[in-house]
C-alpha cells in the first residue's frame, strides 16, 4: 500500500522544486533550474496552489510530452505516474483533463520568456572563440507550421486559398531568429500564412530590439531591401545578405576593392512604403553605403556557382572576401535548425485545437529545442568542440535514452551519469559533406488510396449510404 506523505507548506514547494529538476529529464539543474522557472512565474504572475499538476510540474510534464517521440498527453501523463510511483508518492488519476487544464492555466508569456530567457543566457554564457571574429552573429530565416482543422484555427490562421474549404488545413506562418554560435532560438514571431503585414520581413520588424551593438544580421536575400538594412544599420548591427534579385550589379562603379568587390552607395526609394510612418521615413539617411560581392562557389562535377552578397562590413582588411563568403555559407545553419524543430521535434504538424494552445505548443517547443541546445553546449565545452560539431538528433536521442534514468537515479549518481551522458552527446559528431546535393523528392510511395477531395464529414455520409 503507498502511503502519501503529507509536508508541510515550505517543503511542500521544496519537494516540487526536487520533483521538477529530475522530471525535466534534463542533465543538470542549471539547464533550466526550479528557480529559473520560479522566477518567470513570479513575474508572470502566476499564483502557486498545491495541487498534483502545480505550475513547475506542468512546465517539466509540458517539457516531457515535447521531447518524448510520443507526443500525446496520455503518455506524458503516464511518464509522471511512473515517476511518483518510483519516489512512494500517491498515484494521480491517468485521466488527462486535469493536466490539460493546467497547460491552459499557464499563460503564453511565461513560455514565451522562458524560451526567450534560456535562448539568450546561453549566448552571453558562450566562449568567445565560437563567435565569428569577436561578434554574435544571429541568423534569420522563416518557416510555415500546420495544425488541426478547427473553425477556431481556421479563423485564426486561414488555410491556403489554393484549396477547397474542408479539405486544407491552417497554417500559421513562424520567423524565427537564430544565434550562429550556440544554435539557439533568441525569439520567433508568428502569425497567419497570409494577410495583410503578415509576410516574413514584417514579421522579422518586430524582432529588431533583439540586435545589439556590433551583431551581424544573416539573412538570405528576401530581406537584402534598402530600409531593412537601414533599420538594423541604424541599431549599430551590420548585416551580410544574398543581394535581392532586383537589384543591379556593375562591379564597374564604386570604390573598388578587389576582383568582384567593391564600395558602392544605395539611394533611398522616393516613395514611403505603407507600413512605416513619416518620422521614421524622414530619420532614415539619404543614402547607405553598401560592400557588394561576386562569390564563387566551385563544385567538383560543374560549372562554378556564382552569388552576389551585400554587408555593411565595409573594411576589406579586417574582413576580407573569402571571410565574408564562408559567413554567408553558414546561414544554411538556420534551415537546418529550422529542420531540427519541425522533423526531430515534430513541430511541423501541431496537436492543440485553439489558436492559444497551438501558440504555447510552439514555444515548449522552441524551449525544449533551446535546452537541447544547452546540453549540446555543455557537451561542446567539455570536449573543447563548437557546438555546431555536435548533432541535434544524436543528442536528443541521447537524452531520450538517459531520461528514465536521470529521473529516478540517487542524488549522489547523478553526477557520473550526466559526465556519461556528456560524453555520448559529444560522440555524436556532424560529419564533413561539403557540397552535398540532395533531391527535394520521395523515393517510397504512398499508398494507392485516393485524394480526399471533399470535406470528410460528406465523405463519411457518402461511404454509409454506398454501405
Not at 515550505?10 to 516540487?16: F, T
Not at 509540458?62 to 509522471?80: C, G, I, K
Not at 562591379?251 to 568587390?261: H, K, N
Request: proline content about 7%.
Amino acid at each position: 500500500m503507498v502511503h502519501r506523505r503529507i509536508l508541510p507548506p515550505a517543503r511542500q514547494v521544496e519537494s516540487l522544486r526536487r520533483q521538477f529538476a529530475q522530471a525535466a529529464g534534463l542533465p543538470f539543474a542549471d539547464i533550466l533550474s526550479a528557480t529559473q522557472v520560479q522566477e518567470v512565474l513570479s513575474d508572470c504572475q502566476v499564483p502557486f496552489r498545491e495541487r498534483i499538476f502545480a505550475p513547475l510540474i506542468t512546465v517539466s510534464t509540458f517539457l516531457s510530452q515535447v521531447l518524448d517521440p510520443d507526443h500525446s498527453m496520455r503518455q506524458a501523463v503516464a511518464r509522471l505516474i511512473a515517476y511518483r510511483a518510483s519516489l512512494g508518492m500517491a498515484s494521480c488519476s491517468p485521466d488527462t483533463r486535469a493536466y490539460s487544464k493546467a497547460r491552459q492555466r499557464l499563460p503564453e508569456k511565461v513560455w514565451a520568456e522562458l524560451t526567450r530567457r534560456t535562448g539568450s543566457d546561453l549566448l552571453l554564457e558562450a566562449p568567445a572563440r565560437w563567435c565569428w571574429r569577436g561578434r554574435d552573429v544571429k541568423v534569420v530565416d522563416g518557416s510555415t507550421l500546420s495544425m488541426p482543422d478547427t473553425p477556431a484555427n481556421q479563423q485564426a490562421y486561414p488555410q491556403s486559398s489554393q484549396q477547397k474549404p474542408g479539405l486544407g488545413f491552417p497554417v500559421l506562418r513562424i520567423v524565427a531568429l537564430f544565434s550562429l554560435a550556440v544554435g539557439t532560438v533568441l525569439d520567433v514571431a508568428l502569425g497567419p500564412r497570409k494577410g495583410k503585414q503578415t509576410g516574413e520581413t514584417a514579421l522579422f520588424r518586430t524582432l529588431h530590439h533583439h540586435l545589439a551593438d556590433r551583431d551581424v544580421l544573416l539573412a538570405d536575400r528576401y530581406f537584402c531591401g534598402y530600409f531593412h538594412v537601414a533599420l538594423v544599420h541604424e541599431r549599430g548591427a551590420d548585416v551580410v545578405m544574398r543581394l535581392h534579385h532586383l537589384r543591379h550589379v556593375d562591379f564597374r562603379r564604386g570604390r573598388r576593392l578587389e576582383a568582384g568587390d567593391h564600395l558602392i552607395h544605395w539611394s533611398k526609394p522616393p516613395h514611403r512604403p505603407d507600413w512605416m510612418d513619416e518620422a521614421v521615413y524622414a530619420r532614415l539617411p539619404q543614402t547607405l553605403t553598401m560592400r557588394e560581392l561576386r562569390i564563387r562557389v566551385p563544385h567538383k562535377k560543374c560549372r562554378s556557382r556564382t552569388i552576389l552578397v551585400a554587408t555593411t562590413l565595409l573594411d576589406g582588411d579586417e574582413y576580407p572576401k573569402r571571410s565574408i563568403a564562408e559567413l554567408y555559407r553558414q546561414r544554411w545553419h538556420a534551415e537546418l535548425d529550422l529542420r531540427s524543430l519541425k522533423t526531430y521535434l515534430q513541430m511541423d504538424v501541431l496537436r492543440c485545437q485553439t489558436p492559444v494552445m497551438v501558440r504555447k505548443e510552439i514555444w515548449v517547443h522552441l524551449l525544449a529545442y533551446n535546452l537541447i541546445r544547452k546540453v549540446m553546449a555543455q557537451a561542446a565545452q567539455e570536449h573543447d568542440l563548437p557546438p555546431r560539431r555536435i548533432s541535434f538528433k544524436g543528442t536528443l536521442q541521447t537524452l531520450n535514452a538517459f531520461s528514465d534514468h536521470l529521473r529516478t537515479c540517487a542524488p549522489q549518481d547523478l553526477k557520473p551519469l550526466c559526465r556519461c551522458l556528456l560524453e555520448a552527446v559529444a560522440k555524436h559528431r556532424v560529419g564533413n559533406r561539403p557540397d552535398r546535393v540532395e533531391p527535394r523528392a520521395k523515393k517510397r510511395r504512398a499508398k494507392p488510396y485516393p485524394l480526399l477531395n471533399r470535406p470528410r464529414s460528406q465523405a463519411r455520409k457518402a461511404e454509409i449510404r454506398a454501405g
